[in-house]
């Protein structure tokens, strides 16, 4: 297996600085359930180091040991010598990748996500055919297949929720002005799980934004972030992804983009720039289009919002940190201004509010018992608060922590930030008629 020089000794460089302190063993998800060495930042980081210098082979136990990782940045954000372990362990992955290949599942849904109008059509069709695989959740919210799939990640126990019929992008216009005077125009990166599974909460932003004096315009043309593939090693089609979404948002007339998804988000901000590399035509263009990037939760504390409009609330609301939004793009107050500010609602902060929820993208459908080991940490501290709505600012998190808190029969709603919001100005009162 060849690495080129220059990312081994960039990667040299990284290992030096590990002074194999184990201050990455307590941040991490994976230690905390297994609680083995090898899981943990610290072990990967001597296995990928004796990798290098070729003392042993691209081992399935070694390919094992990169692929069981959440990617939450715990490791990185909280390493007291600064390692990037982070970026270590995705180019490691796309080694990997390039000398063994993908799975032939991850290669079936890439490859569909690459070709945009094929993989709608298959999600229109899966939304039309649901019931013949899947079929109500015991407790009525979502679904459960009929039979395992495990090459779909899902068991009969594992809740997902209902297909709608039609995708977000194909929902709302192009263009959804302001009301009163315009303030920005945004345009609306929507990511796979908002445009695909929770149209409505891509339908409550445009309506907050809209309030707020924001026109937001949805571009049909935009793709999946690309994070599902360069993080797990597909840098080429990962690149002709990011590629596409640039090129579509620079056409645009606006001031921000705006996310509400934290990875999607992320992405936009850091990634994109960092996948395609210094020496790619679009660097410059993903480094332009990073700086414009904005958090849902971000945009709205930025720009003010109208609280008068706000209507009461009463319900105990807590929140969770989803590691790509806290972690990664080091929004952490924003979201819990927001919530603060619904009359009538009581903010709870949960123990370990940080704490990743186990969902670790397509991680889960991979490991599913590990996530849920992971997630029910997350369920005890929810259910501990007693609050009667968990907020989250990432669709991902919010599908996981849901299967969670209906395994575990804990009985508390899981809503996205600018969910809230929405019902707290009344717009939720119409939603039967959209």
């Not at 070694?62 to 995705?90: D, H, L, R, W």
């Not at 410059?284 to 700086?291: D, R, S, T, V």
Request: hydrophobic fraction near 35%; charged fraction near 25%; aromatic fraction near 8%.
């Amino acid at each position: 297996m060849a690495i080129e020089q220059s990312k081994i000794e960039r990667w040299e460089k990284e290992l030096s600085k590990c002074i194999r302190c184990g201050t990455c063993r307590q941040f991490c998800p994976i230690h905390q359930v297994l609680d083995d060495e090898s899981y943990t930042a610290r072990g990967k980081l001597y296995l990928v180091d004796q990798f290098i210098h070729g003392d042993f082979l691209l081992s399935d136990g070694f390919v094992e040991m990169i692929g069981k990782c959440v990617m939450c940045k715990g490791c990185t954000a909280n390493c007291p010598s600064g390692v990037n372990t982070y970026q270590i362990f995705m180019e490691m992955r796309e080694e990997i990748v390039k000398e063994r290949g993908l799975s032939f599942t991850k290669q079936s849904i890439f490859r569909a996500l690459h070709w945009r109008k094929f993989f709608d059509f298959g999600l229109s069709c899966g939304a039309l055919f649901q019931r013949l695989i899947f079929k109500p959740a015991p407790d009525g919210h979502g679904q459960v297949a009929r039979v395992p799939l495990p090459m779909a990640g899902f068991n009969q126990r594992r809740i997902i929720p209902n297909l709608p019929r039609k995708s977000l992008k194909k929902i709302v216009p192009l263009e959804s002005k302001a009301r009163g005077t315009e303030r920005y125009r945004v345009g609306f990166f929507t990511g796979c799980m908002i445009n695909y599974a929770y149209p409505q909460i891509g339908q409550d932003l445009i309506h907050v934004l809209n309030h707020n004096g924001v026109t937001v315009l949805t571009p049909k043309e935009q793709h999946c972030c690309a994070t599902p593939l360069f993080t797990s090693g597909e840098k080429e089609i990962a690149s002709d992804l990011i590629h596409k979404n640039l090129e579509i948002f620079a056409k645009l007339d606006i001031d921000y983009i705006v996310t509400a998804c934290s990875s999607g988000g992320l992405a936009w901000k850091e990634e994109f720039a960092k996948v395609l590399g210094e020496d790619h035509p679009d660097y410059p263009l993903a480094l332009e289009l990073g700086k414009k990037t904005k958090d849902i939760s971000e945009f709205l504390v930025m720009i003010g919002i109208d609280t008068d409009g706000l209507q009461p609330l009463q319900q105990k609301i807590t929140y969770h940190d989803s590691c790509h939004l806290n972690r990664g793009q080091k929004i952490k107050q924003q979201p819990r201004q927001l919530l603060q500010s619904i009359p009538e609602s009581t903010f709870i902060e949960m123990e370990k509010a940080d704490g990743c929820c186990g969902s670790g993208g397509s991680f889960n459908l991979k490991y599913y018992e590990l996530s849920r080991d992971i997630n029910r940490q997350k369920t005890a501290h929810i259910s501990d608060t007693g609050a009667d709505v968990v907020a989250v600012g990432c669709p991902a998190c919010l599908m996981h922590i849901k299967d969670g808190l209906a395994q575990d029969g804990i009985q508390a709603e899981t809503k996205h930030v600018v969910e809230l919001l929405a019902e707290s100005y009344g717009f939720h009162q119409n939603r039967k008629g959209e």
